[in-house]
Each structure stands twice: as C-alpha cells, then as structure tokens.
C-alpha cells in the first residue's frame, strides 16, 4: 500500500487506519508547504490536489486501485479488512453519519477555525467569533453523543479514528474540553492507543519544519484559484 501523506489531521486518519489494521504500507511523503500537492504524478492519484491518498496494488480484482478523500479511503480500507466498519446494514449507517458529520462538519468548520485563529494574516473577529462558536456547537454534539456510549458509534470504528485528530487541537479551536467531559475521556482514550499514537506521530517531525506564517506556503495553500 503507497500512502501519500503528510502529517496534518487528515492525514493522521489514513495513517492511524494502516496501523490498527496493520496492513503494510510505503510513505510517499507530499510536502504541502512547497507545493508538491500539484505535482502531476501526484494529481493522477489525487485530482483535488489534496492529501491523503493511496495506491492499494491488491485492489478489486487483483489489480491496482487509486482513491483519494479521506473519507472514501477509510470505508475502502474497513471494506477490505473487515475492520472497525460493521458488514451489518444498520451499524454501518451508524458508522457512515458520525463519518460524513466529521467530513463536513468537525473537519471543515475545525479547519477554519485554525486558519482564522492561527494562521489569518489580519485578525477578522467576525470569522474569528463564528468558526470557534461554530466548533463549540460541534463539540456539544459530540459530548452529548459521547454520554452514554464509549465511541461515537458506540464500538470503536473508522468514525472515531476520523474526529481524533481534529478534536486533539481543541485548544487552536479556542475549546476548553473541561467543558465538554465525555469528549474529554473519549479523546483519552483513543490518545492511549499505541496505533494511534503511531499514526499520529508519522513523519510529525517534517511537518513541524513548515512555517505557516510564511507568505510563499501561505500563498501556496490558501492562495489556489482553479488551474
């Protein structure tokens, strides 16, 4: 299996999903703050020039497959292994909405917040204000989930390796996760897995090098125009 990686939260759900499955894999290191993301032989893997993605050479049929989304690789790989994705139709669905409600919610309004708290070149209270109340809301959701089962749905699965990463940076969100106890144990206990703990360390040392203050790595990731 070839990965192409790089260590940020979305990356970490593919990397943390190879490990508990300990399927074998090949890094292939995609450095986002030089722009390697738009290489082309990248971009025939990955076309929204974003990572993670992954080569599987033992795909349907025995023969190569491409997928990128992180989303899309994480039910794949369950597929495949039979692994922290029920065959059951109605766990499944269980698993398939806490997954979609990371994809478009905890990710993307999570992701904001960072770029308008940490990364924003002006201060603009106004975005500020709505993506950390925004991932406060979210927050709540997954506490109040989180109150009467271990795990989102409700056995370990691809849906909490999905949030994990997220929900690690909760204080770049502006959250206090003294407010929010069940996401607080939760988030403890998936830290305390050693493939998580793998996974997450994964290449973290190259990806600490990037300055995100930079204006050329700014202009590189929030800069694209359609090509």
Not at 22 to 48: C, H, M, W
Not at 79 to 103: C, F, I, N, S
Not at 163 to 172: D, L
């Amino acid at each position: 299996m070839e990965l192409f990686y790089w260590s940020t939260p979305n990356g970490w759900k593919i990397s943390i999903m190879l490990e508990e499955c300990r399927l074998p894999y090949t890094v292939r290191p995609i450095n986002i703050g030089k722009g390697e993301q738009f290489d082309p032989s990248f971009l025939a893997v990955a076309p929204n020039n974003r990572i993670p993605a992954i080569v599987d050479p033992d795909g349907p049929g025995g023969r190569p497959i491409s997928i990128f989304e992180s989303g899309a690789i994480l039910q794949y790989l369950g597929r495949k292994t039979g692994k922290l994705y029920p065959a059951d139709e109605r766990k499944r669905v269980e698993v398939d909405q806490w997954l979609m409600w990371q994809m478009g919610g905890l990710g993307p309004m999570a992701g904001q917040a960072h770029h308008f708290r940490q990364y924003a070149r002006e201060e603009v209270p106004y975005a500020i204000k709505r993506y950390t109340d925004e991932v406060n809301r979210l927050y709540g959701v997954m506490n109040r989930r989180l109150a009467d089962r271990p795990f989102l749905a409700g056995k370990y699965s691809i849906a909490d390796i999905a949030c994990v990463g997220w929900t690690s940076r909760h204080a770049r969100q502006g959250q206090d996760l003294a407010d929010f106890p069940h996401v607080k144990r939760w988030l403890d206990t998936l830290l305390a897995r050693p493939a998580v703990a793998r996974g997450m360390a994964l290449a973290a040392e190259a990806a600490t090098g990037v300055d995100m203050k930079d204006p050329a790595v700014q202009a590189l990731l929030f800069g694209q125009r359609a090509r």
